[in-house]
């Protein structure tokens, strides 16, 4: 966890435990006690062919979230607020606890905001929304366009946020945000067989959503695009083996030494839709993720790459305690040549959520996958992406409790 | 299949996929039932309130807390109800056209993302109207045929 990161939280921590003072009116918001909500996930995972996010095959409860998140405000215009998370899942997380989020707020108008802190990062319909299994029908959101294992990188960000609502005349409303900081990554987990990284930073991360939502009579309707703007610098250390292998075929020069930079400028954006009204939930998105990479000195050519990831998703609300749902996910890694089976990855998902009271939820979810590009040949005997079945199916269950 | 063949099967994808779509859209509109004598909620705000009436888009935007602030920078202090309660459903379908299970869904959007929590949820309409007397700026319903004691009853323009 990084110290900003530490000191942040222990400052929000200090704000909320500030003495209420007697003078204070009965109804002002710092008489009131904090707002306190948590969850925990457990879920399981059971794959027909391929590893998957754990080691799915033989079965895997290596699928755990626990949240414990506190709000106060302070006056009317100004709040704190801020999230303990921990997760497991497959070689992700291991039960290390981190600050999802934490922030000072002050709402100097509905039209105009400002957070500070580690906010979550409002890139698409849902990215902010990512953890959380009780707002959502799916066990897992579409994984083209939010890709768990690349929480760590794309949910929050810490610097400052400007945000705002506005009401407009006949034609619906505005929501907008945008935002500048960094990202804090702890660089273990970029960890691979034959190197280290020994240093990550990310530079900036900048970026902003517009979301229109339509007036009655299509209210319900929300039409928007995020765009996301960043870069990864890493110091990257090779094993003496990789070294050699890379001198033996001239990708390294003889003198070359084991620590090479290397760097990805990424530039992402999403177009929006949804329609929610009453009990039904209809949302499709569009994004495309342009990254390009260099090292120095030169291990790989420099180049770029531009995937192509959507979905199309709907849920409704059959009865308070039944919600079925069901998408369509396509990502294509846009990785040149011939369209072979590591380079795209189809996920036709369908989900049942069971509200079995109002505080916990089980949901059972199938996924019939073509494809092999979101998988991570470290879970999968360090096979080329190639090499894995193509046509294979993910069982899950999960139940979670919240308040 | 023939270049004809092949146009007819697009038709008819097309006309299948437009079809689900407009009964989609019907399923997510269909009106709330607001028919009878009395209305199914009335719409209470405090008595130094200035408003008469307040339209549609703004009481929804008040209780989804996209709108915190009365015309003249009072805060909006929104009251909810019971999510069990009759009037609760009413009031989510009618106003803010949505069941009460998917305001749910979205008030766990916005707590567990840091971006703010529900209004409370009193136990009762009798709860609402005590709220509603005792807080400036309060906003409320409550059933149709419960008397709004010195709260001011609001008209609601669509």
């Known amino acids: 966890m990084g110290r900003p990161v530490l000191w942040g939280a222990m400052l929000a921590a200090a704000l909320c435990l500030l003495p209420v003072r007697r003078a204070a009116a009965e109804d002002s918001p710092l008489t009131q006690p904090p707002d306190v909500h948590a969850f925990v996930s457990q879920g399981f995972m059971l794959s027909s062919k391929n590893n998957y996010l754990t080691h799915s095959r033989r079965g895997s409860f290596e699928f755990t979230e626990v949240g414990l998140n506190l709000t106060k405000s302070i006056s009317d215009d100004l709040s704190v607020g801020m999230q303990l998370f921990m997760r497991d899942l497959g070689p992700i997380g291991n039960y290390k606890p981190q600050f999802d989020w934490f922030y000072l707020d002050y709402h100097f108008r509905d039209w105009l905001g400002l957070r500070a802190g580690r906010t979550k990062l409002p890139f698409g319909l849902y990215n902010d929304q990512s953890d959380i299994d009780s707002a959502r029908v799916p066990v897992l959101l579409p994984q083209s366009v939010y890709p768990t294992t690349q929480r760590d990188f794309l949910l929050a960000q810490t610097g400052f946020e400007l945000y705002g609502y506005e009401p407009l005349p006949l034609i619906g409303a505005l929501d907008y945000r945008l935002y500048g900081g960094t990202i804090f990554i702890d660089q273990t987990s970029l960890a691979a067989p034959g190197e280290t990284v020994s240093d990550l930073d990310v530079p900036y991360v900048v970026g902003g959503r517009l979301l229109w939502r339509a007036p009655a009579p299509i209210d319900g309707l929300t039409l928007g695009g995020s765009v996301q703007a960043l870069r990864f610098d890493l110091d990257v250390s090779l094993s003496d083996e990789l070294v050699s292998a890379f001198k033996q075929i001239g990708r390294l020069p003889p003198t070359a030494s084991n620590t090479f930079k290397y760097s990805i400028p990424a530039l992402l954006g999403v177009g929006s839709l949804e329609y929610s009204a009453h009990d039904l939930l209809l949302a499709a998105e569009y994004s495309r993720w342009h990254e390009s990479y260099r090292t120095r000195p030169q291990i790989i050519p420099d180049g770029h790459l531009t995937s192509t990831r959507w979905y199309v998703m709907g849920s409704y609300h059959v009865a308070p305690w039944f919600s079925p749902g069901a998408y369509y996910s396509l990502f294509y890694s846009g990785v040149p040549g011939p369209k072979t089976r590591d380079k795209y990855q189809q996920d036709f998902a369908v989900t049942t959520r069971y509200d079995i009271t109002s505080n916990w939820l089980l949901k059972l979810e199938g996924h019939y996958m073509r494809g092999t590009a979101g998988l991570s040949p470290g879970l999968n005997s360090n096979l080329p992406l190639a090499e894995l079945t193509r046509d294979w199916t993910v069982f899950m269950a999960k139940t979670t409790a919240f308040f | ?158």
């Open chain 2, 1 to 158: 299949m023939s270049g004809r063949a092949r146009e007819t099967h697009r038709r008819l994808v097309l006309r299948g996929a437009g079809t689900l779509f407009v009964l989609c859209l019907a399923l997510g509109t269909v009106p709330p039932v607001l028919a009878g004598d009395a209305p199914e909620f009335r719409v209470i705000t405090h008595a130094s309130r200035p408003e008469a009436s307040v339209t549609h888009e703004f009481l929804a935007d008040a209780f989804l807390k996209n709108v915190t602030r009365w015309p003249g920078d009072e805060a909006i202090r929104p009251v909810d109800q019971r999510a069990d309660s009759a009037v609760r459903r009413h009031f989510s379908d009618g106003v803010l056209r949505r069941s009460v299970q998917a305001v749910k869904t979205y008030w766990q959007q916005r707590i567990f993302s840091g971006r703010g929590v529900p209004p409370p949820e009193l136990e009762s309409d009798e709860a609402v109207v005590h709220y509603v007397e005792a807080h400036p700026g309060a906003l409320g319903y409550i059933s149709g045929n419960v008397p709004a004691g010195k709260a001011k009853v609001l008209a609601v323009a669509p």
